[in-house]
């Protein structure tokens, strides 16, 4: 399922959403729309949520949403700082501003995009 357009395909965004469907890493994205931060910084700030987060916890967090390209890092000596990837949010989003597209291909019908999820 290639998308000609450069945006993200139906599984792209599947896994973009689960990635989001845990609180601290939306809490996280939320966090980094209004700048980069440290990590020190976003433990300091997840605080007001959880806390209890432990730094171990964070970076797992943090490591997966670098992994689905959600957020970007730099080490400055020992410190990483996160940012996250306006670019990747801005196809998420317009994913679902696409208008469906006709049916060209009589084989390709829409449940067969959906088969083998379990839903």
């Not at 970076?59 to 670019?87: A, D, F």
Request: proline share 3%; hydrophobic share 30%; net charge neutral.
């Amino acid at each position: 399922m290639v998308d000609l357009n450069n945006g993200m395909n139906f599984f792209e965004v599947v896994n973009l959403c689960k990635v989001l469907g845990d609180l601290t890493r939306f809490c996280i994205a939320d966090l980094l729309k209004s700048r980069d931060m440290y990590t020190y910084e976003i433990q300091q700030e997840l605080d007001i949520y959880d806390e209890d987060i432990k730094l171990k916890t964070l970076s797992r967090h943090l490591r997966i949403m670098e992994q689905e390209g959600l957020v970007h890092s730099t080490t400055n000596w020992t410190h990483k700082k996160y940012s996250l990837n306006r670019e990747k949010i801005k196809q998420f989003a317009e994913y679902f501003k696409k208008e469906p597209q006709s049916e060209q291909n009589p084989q390709e019908t829409r449940p067969s995009k959906y088969s083998g999820l379990a839903i």
